[in-house]
């Protein structure tokens, strides 16, 4: 199956810098990714959709200024939590959907696990 | 985002039995609907997918059973193996998003 890939895996920041987290679909063009946010023992919240070239969508709740989504090419989107907090670690993971065939399921990338310290 | 829940938040089986895990959805209009499988610290993985226009399908050892008059769904796997344990999202697809139910923690006792 088509594979997307999030770096990094893992980040520590400290409480008021800025991450960067990278999402990359590696043998397909993607002109929509995915994000989502995950608590411990929760479900997966989707924040966000990326559009390539274009704006992104946020879910309702869903501060645009704080988590700034970038999707400047069909194989990379980026989500930059801004001025992060302790309340901002989490587990994120962005997918997204092949296009160019039938199957509509999305992929998923491994997450990346920010703690902010 | 639109409501999708699970009747069970954990599941405990023994191993070699087999498994049912349940989800309702709240969109009658939603037309496809993926179960997942996530371990720890990893990203969900596919499982098997049904589209609104079924009411069952089969995979290797899951079946998806799909009732649109209840707007209920079930994931069953058969033979229960102790690498099965982690825990199990439905997902439905709302126009171009997913939204994901609360998950079932599966644990298979060896």
């Known amino acids: 199956g088509a594979v997307v890939s999030q770096h990094p895996s893992r980040v520590i920041c400290k409480s008021g810098t800025s991450v960067k987290i990278e999402c990359r679909s590696l043998?397909?063009?993607?002109?929509?990714m995915f994000w989502y946010r995950q608590f411990p023992k929760q479900s997966l919240m989707l924040m966000a959709t990326s559009n390539e070239g274009s704006k992104a969508t946020y879910e309702q709740g869903v501060e645009k200024d704080k988590f700034l989504i970038n999707h400047a090419s069909l194989t990379l989107s980026t989500l930059t939590v801004t001025s992060a907090h302790p309340e901002d670690s989490s587990f994120y993971i962005c997918?997204?959907?092949?296009?160019?065939?039938?199957?509509?399921?999305?992929?998923f990338g491994q997450g990346t696990r920010l703690t902010v310290v | 985002g639109e409501s999708v829940g699970l009747h069970l938040p954990t599941l405990s089986v023994q191993e070699g039995d087999n498994s049912i895990i349940n989800c309702a959805y709240s969109?009658?209009?939603?037309?496809?609907f993926i179960w997942y499988k996530q371990e720890s610290g990893k990203g969900p993985q596919f499982i098997i997918d049904?589209?609104?226009?079924?009411d069952k399908r089969q995979g290797q050892r899951v079946t998806v059973l799909l009732n649109k008059t209840v707007k209920h769904l079930s994931l069953q796997i058969a033979a229960t193996q102790p690498g099965d344990s982690a825990v199990y999202f439905c997902?439905?697809?709302?126009?171009?998003?997913?939204?994901f139910g609360t998950g079932t923690s599966l644990t298979v006792i060896p």
């Open positions: 969109n009658s209009a939603s037309d496809y």
């Open positions: 049904i589209r609104s226009n079924m």
């Open positions: 997902a439905e697809n709302t126009g171009n998003q997913f939204y």
């Open positions: 997918s997204a959907r092949d296009p160019s065939t039938q199957n509509t399921e999305a992929f």
């Open positions: 043998d397909f063009q993607a002109t929509t």
